[in-house]
């Protein structure tokens, strides 16, 4: 499902974009849903190099040139979720967000940092909608240059992640990625500079 009748669109990010909201409005409809904008690390394979712990620690250090695909959480939400792991983003500005949908946007960036996506550029109305997720899918937000607050663990109890496994197959060796269960101390000891939070009811919760 699109989040437009129009085909995908190319912006160059370089571009200074009209600014629908000003930063207090963004924070204060932030603050009033809840809302917090998580980078998963996914459960699909989606790029070369990208398993976990990896694909993590790559979007920090990349956070500010490379268009990041997140889902906006929000207490009492019932999507489906991409990842079990992610990265918390703080966003300052309304410029920080590139577009935003209710569903998957089929969002990239072309080698020259254009982005292309189905999504919308952020207004309260925007925003509003991509909350509307159709069932058993999660939303796209497209996020670049924000600030990693922490890392968000959906359920400190069972957290599966992508990793490179050795599998034997008629006595030769070949290597997948598969879902692996992982610990909360493995988490702590790749991000231990980071709290690790989750979702209440009531909105982040540190673990």
């Known amino acids: 499902m699109s989040c437009s009748t129009e085909s995908l669109r190319a912006t160059d990010s370089k571009v200074t974009r009209e600014v629908m909201l000003d930063p207090a409005e963004l924070r204060s409809l932030l603050v009033s849903r809840g809302i917090c904008i998580v980078h998963f690390s996914h459960h699909a394979n989606m790029r070369e190099g990208g398993v976990f712990p990896d694909d993590l620690l790559a979007a920090i250090e990349h956070s500010d040139q490379w268009n990041l695909s997140c889902c906006a959480l929000w207490p009492g939400h019932q999507m489906a979720l991409p990842g079990d792991v992610g990265l918390i983003f703080e966003v300052d500005h309304p410029n920080q967000i590139l577009s935003v949908c209710a569903d998957d ?7 020259d940092g254009a982005e292309v996506s189905g999504g919308l550029e952020p207004t309260k109305e925007t925003i509003e909608a991509s909350l509307a997720v159709p069932l058993g ?11 990693v607050a922490g890392i968000y663990v959906e359920n400190p109890d069972s957290i599966c992640v992508k990793q490179k496994l050795s599998v034997s197959v008629q006595g030769t060796s070949h290597e997948v ?31």
Not at 137 to 144: A, S, T
Not at 179 to 204: M, P
């Open 137 to 147: 899918g999660y939303n796209e937000w497209r996020v670049k240059g924000a600030r």
């Open 105 to 111: 946007a089929g969002a990239s960036q072309t080698d």
């Open 177 to 207: 990625i598969a879902a692996v269960q992982i610990r909360l101390d493995d988490i702590k000891a790749e991000f231990g500079k980071y709290q690790l939070f989750t979702l209440s009811d009531h909105g982040l919760a540190e673990i």
